[in-house]
T-cell receptor
């Protein structure tokens, strides 16, 4: 079993839709949960991160962590064609620098 | 633009050869990380340096080595290259060891 699992997609939605991207993980020691966006052939771009459980909002993006079920979500409101990319979750442990990446979910937002 | 630079953008070489990938971190960042992204393995952590010293090691092969220089730029050396080493190699940097990591544009290595 991989430490971090993501549905590879693609997830296709119309412009303006609310998008839900999800990850599950197996290591209960993970405390930081990062979300990266990666456009084709580009480097991953840090979107946001949360520490431990709870929600965090940044503009159209909301990150949610449920440590009891080891479930991470990223919600995108009013999705735009420019949001079309691969979204990677990457948790890590406190005191450890290594990010453990999921395989990423490819999102396609059509105009 | 994350502020992390990597050279070269593309590299094509033959099996058995050796290459060096270069990374310059964001201004002020002391930590440098190297990751490998391949189609079948996804993004895998290789190694981390902090202010010139190795700080953490991941799934890095013995044929690979890295270092961080006094000016904080880093180099990843890949030797005795195999077809399976073809991948995107990313460098990331952070202010300290426990901060957010910002990724460079990557170096695409093709081994033929």
């Amino acid at each position: 079993q991989k430490e971090v699992e993501q549905d590879p997609g693609p997830l296709s939605v119309p412009e303006g839709a609310i998008v839900s991207l999800n990850c599950t993980y197996s290591n209960s020691a993970f405390q930081y949960f990062m979300w990266y966006r990666q456009y084709s052939r580009k480097g991953p771009e840090l979107l946001m991160y949360t520490y431990s459980s709870g929600n965090k909002e940044d503009g159209r993006f909301t990150a949610q962590v449920d440590k009891s079920s080891k479930y991470i979500s990223l919600f995108i409101r009013d999705s735009q064609p420019s949001d079309s990319a691969t979204y990677l979750c990457a948790p890590r442990r406190v005191g450890f620098q290594k990010l453990v990446f999921g395989t990423g979910t490819r999102l396609l937002v059509s105009p | 633009d994350s502020g992390v630079t990597q050279t070269p953008k593309h590299l094509i070489t033959a099996t058995g050869q050796r290459v060096t990938l270069r990374c310059s971190p964001r201004s002020g960042d002391l930590s440098v990380y190297w990751y490998q992204q391949s189609l079948d393995q996804g993004l895998q952590f290789l190694i981390q340096y902090y202010n010139g010293e190795e700080r953490a090691k991941g799934n890095i092969l013995e044929r690979f080595s890295a270092q961080q220089f006094p000016d904080l730029h880093s180099e990843l050396n890949l030797s005795s290259l195999e077809l399976g080493d073809s991948a995107l190699y990313f460098c990331a940097s952070s202010l300290a060891s426990n901060n957010e990591q910002y990724f460079g544009p990557g170096t695409r290595l093709t081994v033929t």
